[in-house]
């Protein structure tokens, strides 16, 4: 038996959010690429799209980057088998800290849906409806976020935001 995305929370989609990417991408050499939004973690966010899911421990993860902080963040990074782990990161992608891994012995393909929930300090995070992560962040979030790691660096072509 696992937790899993309740139905009930597609409710929290109530006014969606136009989403670009900032900067040039993995032409950049960023490790981070961040969303050119502010969101408004006070009311709340819904974030969801597809990440890659690596075939082997030797890939890089790939993942979302919350900012929480002067130069900091949280990172949710999906790995090998769609191994997840949470922890704090550097604003430019180094450092990362894993404070929380969790393998839910689940069978995911060459990608996996993610879904991020973030109010004030506190996130979930799904992956292919399955919840990996309930996380408190250090502090408030910033309302910047954007993705870590990855082969192509790039933002899910898929990517929706929602305020609810």
């Not at 939004?37 to 819904?46: C, E, K, P, Q, Y």
Request: include cysteine.
């Amino acid at each position: 038996m696992r937790l899993a995305w309740w139905e009930g929370n597609d409710k929290l989609k109530r006014e969606a959010i136009d989403l670009k990417q900032f900067g040039a991408g993995d032409a950049s050499g960023a490790r981070v690429v961040m969303l050119d939004s502010l969101f408004d973690v006070a009311g709340g966010v819904v974030l969801e799209g597809h990440l890659p899911v690596p075939k082997s421990k030797e890939a890089k993860p790939a993942g979302l980057y919350v900012a929480c902080g002067q130069g900091q963040g949280a990172a949710i990074l999906v790995g090998a088998g769609g191994v997840t782990e949470v922890g704090l990161i550097q604003a430019d992608g180094s450092g990362f800290k894993g404070e929380n891994r969790v393998d839910r012995e689940t069978p995911f393909g060459p990608t996996a849906r993610f879904r991020l929930l973030l109010k004030h300090s506190l996130l979930e995070f799904y992956l292919d409806d399955v919840l990996m992560h309930c996380y408190s962040l250090p502090a408030w979030a910033t309302g910047r976020i954007g993705l870590v790691g990855g082969e192509g660096n790039r933002l899910p072509a898929d990517l929706k935001a929602w305020r609810p």
